[in-house]
């Protein structure tokens, strides 16, 4: 008996954090399908990942760039432009979140051999 109580209180709660973690999942899918890369019309970059987290007190959005080539084409974006598709992300972020909670986005170069290098970090 002990062990049934052990084995449906475990399920229950891996079911919990399944669906925590598939809000953020679902999320993070949207934005990859909306916005695939950053762009201001002239220069593109791709993005390599989305990460979400949703926080009680915040919403972080990591936007992860690949290598050190995205670091040159992200010195030639247009960082008005730049600024405002941060700020859409973060909008679409909330909306989906069904939150109106602050949203911290950061935009990070992902190397392989050196360590990461955060290029752009503001809260909306």
Wanted: no cysteine; proline share 2%.
């Amino acid at each position: 008996l002990y062990m049934k109580k052990l084995l449906l209180s475990l399920s229950v709660l891996l079911s919990l954090t399944a669906f925590a973690n598939s809000k953020e999942d679902m999320i993070e899918m949207g934005l990859r399908n909306k916005f695939p890369a950053l762009t201001d019309g002239k220069t593109t970059i791709n993005v390599h990942e989305y990460d979400v987290d949703l926080d009680h007190h915040k919403i972080e959005l990591k936007v992860e760039l690949k290598g050190d080539a995205s670091k040159d084409e992200y010195d030639k974006l247009d960082k008005a432009k730049l600024e405002t598709l941060a700020a859409e992300m973060a909008k679409y972020t909330q909306t989906e979140s069904g939150k109106t909670l602050p949203v911290y986005v950061e935009i990070e170069l992902d190397r392989d051999m050196l360590p990461d290098e955060v290029l752009y970090k503001n809260t909306f």
